[in-house]
């Protein structure tokens, strides 16, 4: 007379768990809590073992309150974060009669945790020692590894509804999940869940008295069951013992009392190799009990047909009987025990089982309720073949009970709104499996508000007036008292507007300052009112996105390219309404200095083009994007440029550097290397030209780099005059040594530096080196030039740890030149600077074309503006510099430009020298002005033409 469990063979290790801290129903081993006052613990939150155990300041152990409880109180043991209380307890102070100490898991709330008491070590978890009148009930208790609950000295103790946690495999068939001691007298085991793997379920040592073991679940215990030994006026009644290897009910020594209504259970699929073919008998009772033991409406399920098993039903003063029939007939007992049948699991006999309405009421120590809580009930199906005054109780600890249909739509409708908002439960349409009348609903909606219960008819109405997520419980109970309840899903009660969304982000750095500047970490906040948030999903913007779990977050991303990505939070709340956090991530390369590596020299035919490959200039590595190359041509046979590009892609109408036969020219450029990392050299002349390829250094969106740092030149050396180290023309062949980092603004953990290098009153040809002071073959030629030429370049130098922040320049010429360096920018690790963003090479300025505004030569002393953010790809905003390529194609004057940025003093630097009919080129990193323009001055006494390449920006190191 037990409904179905609400799935199709859950077992009752579940239902008993839910059980457990659900404050199971009624019936003689319940007890109301005393009026006398509680006791409360909570390890969760704010606790004191010191302080009075109130709800505001409550115990943190239960051994706290175990020494304080006195007669009457009720101490709950509540576990919000499902935490289990470690700890062995010791419980040595006892109540009365009238005024009993209760101990008790609190009530489960819907996503809240049983409490679980777990022992330290091997000591048991819980322990009774000389009390009396007393009772713990609705608690989880942890594996002991030797007995779990111990009663010792003690009288008037109750255990009810506790859930035996299982043992790991490895640590299993030891320990007895409860012990009675011989002095102990009137304990009742009721409504507990023993799972596998305890060697026994319950055990009670010679000289025990008035033990009640009822209504008990025991599974697959290793040595015994339910064993009683030597204990007088014991009542073992309607205990459910799956025992497919030792004995499940066994009253041994000279034993007293009764064994009614329990069902033992070989239940064969859990037999394992350690007893394929069992021999201990289901039911055992010793020849000094035998005389004092009655035996009836007992269940000895020992499998029929091929589930039968070769092994004793029952063994009376030590003789084995293999059926009931055979007990009866030579013992008298066992007159209505039922056999020949298999039992396979715990749950609720099946409709029509011999199980149903056939137990003995009258048992002593049987309770009105099963191990679930539930009612004993009438199955109309089934003719009641029991005894007692109602004769409707079941065999074993589960009762079947009717099965109570509640249809999906009787469910709380609408389910979300926007509080307040009225819902309603239907309660017209629940059915039964036994044909029963439906006497009452009862809906508690979860907020705090009583539970509404009325007849079935009209529809229950509540209004939700706070927000909140509830969990509502309905409740339908037929006219016999069997009951169902269903939680359906949770009800959504919102704020007028839904969670605002909030996203930052910064590139991602190392502790001494490093950026990967394609690298982005994403901090989410957490929401307010976050109980209303649903979920959260974070898209970067290159097409790949991310769940994000409750709480704060830190994301972290690694972008495929350089490149500005919109990064999107789009929140979504419990009703369905969104909000957006967006942020713009400027993901782009950190430099990475490289010691001059000469990559190549190689001939170029007329209109030629020289690929380089990715592992020529060292760009092979994560996330290179682009190089910092240095080009000198030599041996040219007729006048052209050269044009440095991305290989794979349409040739760009720039020029990296002019050559003519007869001289040797330098420039440095750089130049995107994606996606296939090789680049190319074209020779637009009509002749063959050799160059010398070497790597400066490399830009990469996925390493740990630099940043720049564009500076107002600060000049380091002027041979002409005082400024620097050395005074007058530096001999050929002879070297000067220029302190960098450390001094003139720039730091002393600066990785590399951007010089402008000037030669002048040179007295033969020649050419300078670059070097870190302290390095062998790692210097960076400079500018060449003829005799009496200024001649110019802006040169990368890395500042090496042997360097001691020091730049070498060396005149290789044979005759003396004077020389002049400005230091116009660094690289260095700190996030502050600016990151690089590549571009394909893009002519933004060409005077005899109009292109970039301009169709006039640049006059001599004079200056032209040029906007060079907000287009080409370069951002509107927070651009810090722009990498740039200088080009007079046919001066007829000799004279230099200065590029540098609007708004500011221009500074008396040479970004690059030309001389009367012969073509110049110069790299120049420009900052940009306040208004993203840069001046370009013609320091010159004649109109030239100017050509300018754009290659790339700086732009400062935001996310945002």
């Not at 679980?116 to 989880?140: I, M, N, Y």
């Not at 030669?759 to 005799?787: D, I």
């Not at 323009?933 to 109109?943: P, Q, R, V």
Request: glycine letters at 12%.
């Amino acid at each position: 007379m037990r409904r179905p469990r609400p799935a199709s063979g859950v077992s009752v290790a579940v239902l008993v768990v839910a059980g457990v801290v659900s404050g199971w129903g009624t019936g003689e081993a319940a007890a109301e809590p005393s009026p006398a006052g509680t006791l409360y613990v909570n390890h969760d939150g704010v606790c004191s073992d010191t302080a009075t155990g109130s709800a505001s300041m409550p115990f943190c152990t239960v051994q706290a309150a175990a020494n304080a409880v006195v007669p009457g109180q009720t101490v709950p043991l509540e576990s919000p974060d499902g935490l289990p209380y470690v700890e062995s307890v010791t419980l040595t102070r006892s109540g009365t009669e009238d005024a009993p100490i209760t101990f008790t898991g609190a009530a489960l709330v819907p996503g809240g945790s049983p409490a679980v008491l777990t022992p330290k070590g091997s000591a048991p978890a819980l322990t009774f020692e000389a009390v009396h009148d007393v009772r713990f009930q609705s608690l989880g208790i942890g594996y002991a590894g030797a007995d779990a609950v111990v009663v010792t000295g003690s009288t008037g103790v109750t255990l009810d509804r506790l859930s035996f946690r299982r043992p790991a495999p490895s640590t299993g068939g030891t320990g007895t999940a409860v012990s009675v001691d011989g002095a102990s007298s009137d304990v009742t085991v009721s409504r507990n869940w023993v799972p596998d793997g305890y060697a026994y379920g319950v055990q009670a040592q010679p000289g025990a008295s008035r033990v009640t073991v009822t209504t008990n679940v025991v599974t697959n215990p290793r040595r015994g069951g339910i064993v009683l030994t030597a204990t007088s006026g014991a009542a073992v009644t309607s205990n459910t013992v799956i025992a497919p290897c030792a004995t499940g009910i066994s009253l041994e020594g000279a034993s007293s009392g009764t064994v009614e209504n329990n069902v033992v259970a070989s239940a064969a699929a859990k037999q394992t190799d350690t007893c394929p073919a069992p021999t201990a008998p289901l039911y055992s009772v010793s020849a000094a009990s035998a005389d004092q033991v009655t035996g009836d409406y007992n269940v000895a399920a020992n499998g029929v047909g091929t589930f039968a098993r070769p092994r004793p039903e029952y063994a009376w003063a030590g003789t084995p009987y293999t059926t009931s029939v055979a007990l009866h007939d030579a013992t008298g007992q066992g007159a209505h025990d039922i056999d020949g049948l298999n039992v396979p699991t715990t749950a609720a006999p099946p409709e029509h089982s011999a199980l149903v309405d056939s137990a003995d009421a009258d048992a002593p120590g049987e309770l009105t309720t099963d191990i679930d809580g539930f009612p004993v009930v009438d199955d109309p199906l089934v003719d009641d073949t029991g005894s007692g005054p109602t004769a409707h109780h079941d065999r074993g600890a589960v009762e079947r009970q009717d099965s109570i249909t509640v249809p999906g739509d009787d469910m709380p409708s609408p389910s979300k709104g926007v509080a307040p908002f009225v819902t309603s439960v239907k309660t017209d349409d629940a059915t039964t499996s036994w044909g029963k009348s439906i006497a009452t609903y009862s809906v508690d909606f979860g907020d705090g508000s009583a539970p509404v219960t009325r007849a079935p008819g009209a529809p229950i109405t509540h209004t939700y007036t706070t927000p909140g997520v509830y969990a509502p419980a309905i409740t339908v109970t037929d006219a016999d008292g069997s009951s169902r309840t269903v939680w359906p899903a949770a009800v959504d009660a919102g704020t007028a507007t839904p969670p605002a969304a909030s996203l930052s982000g910064a590139l991602v750095t190392t502790a001494d300052g490093q950026v990967d500047a394609g690298d982005a970490s994403f901090t989410v906040a957490q929401p307010a009112n976050a109980w209303e948030v649903a979920y959260r999903v974070l898209t970067f913007g290159d097409g790949d996105h991310e769940n994000l779990a409750d709480g704060p977050q830190k994301i972290e991303h690694q972008y495929p390219a350089a490149g500005s990505y919109t990064a999107t939070l789009t929140q979504t709340d419990l009703l369905g309404r969104t909000t957006t956090a967006k942020v713009t991530v400027h993901a782009a390369d950190a430099f990475l200095p490289v010691t001059a590596q000469h990559d190549a020299e190689r001939t170029i035919p007329a209109h030629g083009v020289l690929k380089l490959s990715a592992a020529t200039v060292h760009a092979d590595s994560d996330g290179a994007d682009a190089a910092r190359l240095q080009i000198v041509t030599s041996g040219a046979k007729a006048r052209g440029t050269l044009t440095l590009y991305t290989d794979g892609t349409t040739r760009p109408g720039t020029s990296t550097v002019g050559f003519e036969p007869g001289r040797t020219v330098s420039n440095e450029a750089t130049v995107k290397v994606t996606p296939t990392g090789a680049v190319d050299l074209y020779n637009g002349s009509s002749g063959p030209v050799t160059v010398n390829v070497a790597t400066l250094g490399l830009q990469s969106h996925a390493q740990f780099g630099r940043t720049y740092h564009p500076a107002k030149p600060i000049r380091l050396l002027d041979t002409r005059g005082t400024t620097g180290s050395h005074t007058g023309a530096v001999t050929g062949g002879h070297s000067v040594t220029l302190t960098v980092s450390g001094a003139h603004g720039v730091p002393a953990d600066a990785n590399a530096v951007v010089l402008n290098v000037v030669a002048t009153a040179t007295k033969g040809s020649g050419s300078l080196t670059a070097s870190p002071a302290g390095t062998v073959n790692s210097g960076v030629a400079g500018p060449y030039w003829t005799t009496g030429q200024t001649a110019s370049a802006q040169i990368v130098v890395p500042l090496v740890p042997l360097s001691n922040g020091k730049v070498v320049l060396r005149n290789n010429s044979k005759s003396s030149a004077h020389l002049v360096a400005d230091v116009v920018g660094w690289y260095g690790p700190t996030a502050s600077g600016a990151t690089f963003q590549p571009v394909s090479p893009v002519r933004i300025l060409n005077t005899r074309t109009g292109s970039g505004g301009r169709t006039a030569k640049l006059g001599a002393h004079a200056t032209l503006r040029l906007k060079v953010t907000g287009a080409h790809g370069v951002p509107a905003n927070a651009v810090s510099a722009v990498d740039l390529n200088l080009t007079v194609p046919s001066p007829t004057g000799s004279g230099y430009l200065v590029a540098y940025a609007d708004g500011t003093t221009r500074p008396d630097v040479h970004s690059a020298d030309y001389t009367s009919g012969h073509p110049a080129a110069g790299a120049a990193l420009v900052k940009v002005g306040t208004n993203g323009e840069i001046d370009l001055y013609n320091a010159g006494s004649t109109a030239v033409d100017v050509d300018i390449d754009l290659l790339g920006d700086y732009s400062l190191n935001t996310v945002g």
